[in-house]
């Protein structure tokens, strides 16, 4: 079972770039979620989805895309890199809501670099 | 959105139980109280979940008490595999309400 992937681990960009990461969960997880860590801090919720086809701003939305074609993909993109976006990506997912927050299953994360 | 707030830091020795306090003042009725481990280079580990009382599993346990302001994660004996940074998040239904903050840096002295 191999929970959350993602793809690629590692990237190198330069600026005005543009990329795609790659998330993918074999948990039948309704619920998927892109975060970014920035050396020293927290992890910030980028977009996040409560279904396929579904897409929500999440607390750093900008410069971001993201889409949900299949249940259990969960596409990051960045149009145009900037060095801002440095940063370690992580994917996560968990089950549907209900009257709490269930468990997330995190990514082993997607480091990014943007010269 | 109920905010948290936790030591920036922590050291402990091996073996000792260890106690990491958060605050959140604001919780609201829905939410529930969830605690991460996330190791250096890998994504955030669910540890525990609770909504009052006590909760324990077999690699902590969460103590909340009755007006829910704050809550403690508690290690048993800990070993220098649980040097971690340790984050504490309060949310309910949603997918967009979960803030892990800046979280607890435990290191674990032999």
């Known amino acids: 079972n191999a929970g959350v992937t993602q793809t690629p681990k590692f990237r190198v960009l330069k600026t005005g770039q543009s990329m795609t990461l790659l998330c993918a969960q074999d948990m039948n997880h309704e619920y998927m979620y892109w975060y970014r860590q920035d050396p020293g801090m927290g992890l910030r919720l980028i977009h996040y989805s409560v279904g396929e086809g579904t897409t929500a701003k999440g607390e750093v939305p900008d410069g971001y895309n993201v889409s949900r074609l299949k249940k259990q993909n969960f596409l990051l993109g960045l149009e145009s890199a900037a060095p801002s976006q440095t940063s370690v990506y992580f994917c996560?997912?968990?089950?549907?809501?209900?009257?709490?927050?269930?468990?997330?299953?995190f990514g082993e994360g997607s480091r990014l670099t943007v010269l | 959105l109920a905010k948290t707030t936790q030591p920036i830091s922590m050291d402990s020795y091996e073996g000792q139980e260890v106690n990491i306090t958060c605050s959140h003042n604001?919780?609201?009725?829905?939410?529930?109280i969830t605690w991460y481990q996330q190791f250096p280079s890998q994504g955030p580990r669910f540890i525990i979940q609770?909504?009052?009382t006590k909760v324990t599993n077999e690699v902590a346990s969460l103590f909340i008490p009755a007006d829910r302001k704050s809550s403690t994660l508690s290690l048993p004996r800990v070993s220098l595999s649980d040097t971690a940074v340790y984050y504490c998040?309060?949310?309910?239904?949603?997918?967009?309400?979960?803030?892990f903050g800046t979280g607890t840096r435990l290191t674990v002295i032999p």
């Open positions: 998040l309060v949310g309910a239904t949603g997918a967009n309400n979960l803030f």
């Open positions: 604001n919780i609201a009725t829905n939410d529930y």
């Open positions: 609770g909504y009052k």
């Open positions: 996560a997912s968990s089950r549907a809501g209900g009257p709490y927050t269930g468990e997330l299953f």
